[in-house]
């Protein structure tokens, strides 16, 4: 937890200092998630059980048709080699698979930890700046370029628009509203949803009162 914000943010490593990715304060490494290596071990090992994968579908299946074929060479009258072949291809096939199979779940599960984790860091930011932000607020705060956080902020408003909604000021900046912690939205913000765009109502206008005292005081006065 952040002894600044007092949140339970992620932390986003900048060189060789960490910084709290909901305030933007320094914090002590290692005392908390690390949005940088979030999924990464994951991912990596993942990739590189599927290369062993197909390096062993590979070797295997060329050593199983050169001993094969050499040992039906040798004996040419028996099965000996074809049988030898088949065995030696269908261990190889059934280690092949079980590290492709397993290093996609591995690659799955670091992209799923990785999204979860930036996810959290963007709601925490948003509790932080009062339930909304800009594309260079994510940016800045989880140190993505900026392509990076447009897209990522686009996912999550496409993906649950309860929780994150998309609008545009009458500026033309863009903004990601989170319902459930934002203030009331300015006026004249523009709403853009799936069915369309929907303007925000104006503020209703405050009625003046006449001027009854001072007209009383003028009589008074005559």
């Not at 060789?16 to 994951?42: F, I, M």
């Not at 709601?123 to 392509?147: E, H, K």
């Not at 319902?179 to 004249?188: D, F, M, N, V």
Request: aromatic share 6%; hydrophobic share 45%; charged share 20%.
């Amino acid at each position: 937890m952040c002894p600044h914000c007092r949140q339970n943010a992620p932390i986003v490593y900048r060189g060789a200092l960490a910084y709290c990715t909901a305030c933007g304060k320094p914090r002590v490494p290692l005392t908390g998630e690390g949005l940088n290596l979030a999924g990464q071990p994951a991912k990596v090992g993942g990739s590189v059980a599927r290369v062993l994968g197909w390096i062993v579908l590979a070797v295997g299946l060329i050593t199983a048709l050169l001993t094969g074929a050499l040992f039906q060479a040798i004996f040419p009258a028996g099965v000996f080699g074809y049988i030898l072949g088949i065995l030696i291809a269908g261990i190889s096939v059934a280690f092949g698979w079980l590290l492709l199979s397993g290093g996609k779940s591995l690659h799955k599960s670091g992209t799923e930890k990785e999204r979860f984790t930036r996810e959290q860091a963007i709601f925490a930011l948003a509790r932080n700046r009062g339930g909304m932000l800009s594309t260079m607020d994510v940016s800045q705060a989880l140190n993505l370029p900026l392509p990076a956080a447009d897209t990522l902020m686009t996912t999550f408003a496409k993906e649950d628009p309860d929780r994150v909604r998309l609008e545009v000021d009458d500026a033309g900046s863009i903004y990601y509203v989170f319902p459930q912690i934002a203030l009331p939205p300015p006026a004249g913000s523009v709403r853009v949803e799936a069915g369309g765009v929907r303007v925000a109502e104006p503020p209703a206008a405050v009625p003046t009162e006449e001027p009854i005292e001072i007209e009383e005081q003028m009589r008074a006065k005559r």
